[in-house]
């Protein structure tokens, strides 16, 4: 199982731009098992950083969104979190017309399934244990080492940093759904 490294990145990749103030990482042990995600049928992603924003599928992208009252939104927020297509000890997560969440270009889409072995790498991410008590890390699985984050609200895979806000823009609740 790949293990965030502890030596700094030798990438090239942009600093990510500060936008909030990280949070304190609780007390809870990073090494522990990720929490268990919510029983429920569906299942919303909330940020550690943003409580209040949730992913969101709007034009094709996976967005960090507030999300309001009206039923297009909630829906569009809620996923079926189903066994990984690549790796059935993992999670992927469909959408309410069939579709999956995948990384295309190290960004976060909505596609459907072409079949492929690419596709169901893409769209597989294992849970990790966070720094923040019942959030998780979901890591690539075709780019061990690579999680998804928010940076300015879009949600993307990117090498991990132990810099405390990469750690909580890539922190996530998995919840109950909204829809």
Request: charge should be positive; hydrophobic fraction near 30%; include cysteine.
């Amino acid at each position: 199982t790949p293990t965030p490294r502890t030596s700094a990145p030798t990438s090239a990749d942009p600093s990510p731009e500060p936008h909030k103030k990280a949070p304190k990482p609780s007390a809870s042990d990073a090494t522990s098992k990720p929490p268990k995600p919510p029983a429920s049928h569906g299942t919303s992603i909330r940020s550690v950083n943003y409580p209040d924003r949730y992913w969101r599928v709007r034009d094709g992208y996976v967005r960090l969104d507030r999300i309001g009252s009206g039923p297009e939104q909630r829906e569009d927020a809620t996923f079926e979190r189903v066994s990984g297509l690549a790796d059935s000890s993992c999670y992927s997560f469909t959408t309410a017309d069939g579709r999956y969440l995948r990384h295309r270009s190290f960004v976060l889409v909505k596609d459907a399934d072409d079949g492929s072995a690419l596709f169901r790498k893409d769209a597989t991410f294992c849970p990790r244990p966070s720094a923040f008590s019942g959030a998780v890390m979901l890591e690539s699985v075709n780019y061990p080492g690579r999680f998804l984050r928010h940076r300015n609200f879009q949600l993307r895979l990117e090498p991990y940093q132990y810099d405390g806000l990469y750690r909580a823009d890539s922190a996530f609740r998995l919840v109950a759904g909204l829809d």
